[in-house]
């Protein structure tokens, strides 16, 4: 074999070894990158704010976040309405909350994660700019 061709394979070996080391590690990380793998039975159509999102802010946050009960339990945070919500959505704490991706306090607070669908759809709402609809 001549030392040109040695060396080539040698090079793809190191290729192949670097991309192997640094999938990994992005696997590894893969939880936090995309934190919604894989969604079944979601539905992400016709998603408003009037309908979806303030089902999910009911039954898992207005306990702490509704205009009455956020400065006593709720930190100061007001989410019981699409005016006082607004603030954490352009801070993007409100999707990072849910998330749990270490940027804003995880929540719902001393609660499970949402559901996965339940993020996607928040998610899926902001993607079209979190309309007052
Ligand atoms: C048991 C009460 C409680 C529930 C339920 C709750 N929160 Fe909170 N939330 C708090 C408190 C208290 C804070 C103030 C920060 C802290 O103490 O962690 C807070 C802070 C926040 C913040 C600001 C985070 C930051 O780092 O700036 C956001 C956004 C938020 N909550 C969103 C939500 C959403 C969305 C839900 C529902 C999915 C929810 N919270 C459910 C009590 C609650």
């Keep these: 074999m001549s030392s040109l061709r040695k ?4 090079h793809i070996g190191t ?3 670097v991309l192997l080391v640094f999938s990994a590690c992005y696997y590894d990380k ?7 793998t ?3 039975n ?5 998603i408003k704010y009037a309908n979806q999102i303030t089902s999910i802010l009911n039954a ?3 306990n702490c976040h509704s205009a009455t009960l956020a400065n006593s339990i709720g930190g100061g945070i007001n989410l019981g309405s699409y005016a006082s919500l607004k603030p954490y959505i352009t801070n993007s704490s409100f999707l990072n909350s849910v998330l ?9 607070k001393n609660a ?3 559901d996965n669908c339940s993020i996607l759809v928040i998610q899926t709402w902001i993607n079209q700019g979190a309309l007052n609809n």
Excluded: Q
Excluded at 7 to 10: A, C, E, H, K
């Design 112 to 114: 499970n994660k949402l």
């Design 38 to 40: 894989v969604v079944t």
């Design 60 to 62: 898992n946050c207005n």
């Design 100 to 108: 749990r991706n270490g940027k804003a306090a995880p929540m719902p």
């Design 42 to 46: 979601c539905d992400t159509t016709n």
């Design 7 to 10: 060396n080539r394979i040698f």
């Design 15 to 17: 290729v192949i070894t």
């Design 30 to 36: 893969s939880d936090t990158i995309y934190p919604i």
